[in-house]
């Protein structure tokens, strides 16, 4: 398992929020989480580009810091369900204001994105 070698800059909420939802599919897991879709295999569906391994690691950093929580039913196979906490709950409306910024923002930071891909891409080959 991660171990942490460095002591977290908690100074700041900034720094807080970095904390906690730092990791590439957090932000989707809780939004998925909160449109119903509960169980690893539905959340892997959404989540397709990530491994099942990530998608593991990040719920439980999500349960550990009590944005989630993991219900297990004592059936054969094993039924795992995830839910938003209330605390959870009051994330979303600051990811959906998040999600409409970039709406609102789609063609310039596509544009960014891609213009730096590309630059990265000519650098590289330059390199070899």
């Not at 800059?9 to 929020?17: E, F, K, P, Y």
């Not at 391994?53 to 810091?65: D, F, G, S, T």
């Not at 209330?86 to 600051?94: Q, S, W």
């Not at 998040?98 to 063609?107: I, M, P, T, V």
Request: charged content about 30%.
């Amino acid at each position: 398992m991660y171990e942490r070698k460095t002591t977290p800059n908690l100074n700041c909420g900034l720094d807080l929020i970095g904390e906690v939802l730092y990791g590439k599919w957090k932000i989707r897991l809780l939004w998925f989480i909160n449109e119903g879709h509960q169980r690893p295999s539905e959340l892997q569906r959404k989540i397709p580009d990530a491994s099942r391994r990530v998608l593991n690691v990040q719920l439980k950093e999500l349960e550990e810091h009590e944005l989630i929580t993991k219900k297990i039913y004592p059936v054969v196979p094993p039924k795992v369900e995830y839910s938003l906490t209330e605390f959870g709950k009051t994330l979303i409306p600051v990811i959906a204001a998040l999600g409409q910024w970039s709406d609102e923002h789609e063609k310039r930071l596509r544009n960014v994105i891609l213009k730096q891909i590309v630059s990265s891409d000519l650098d590289s080959s330059l390199i070899s």
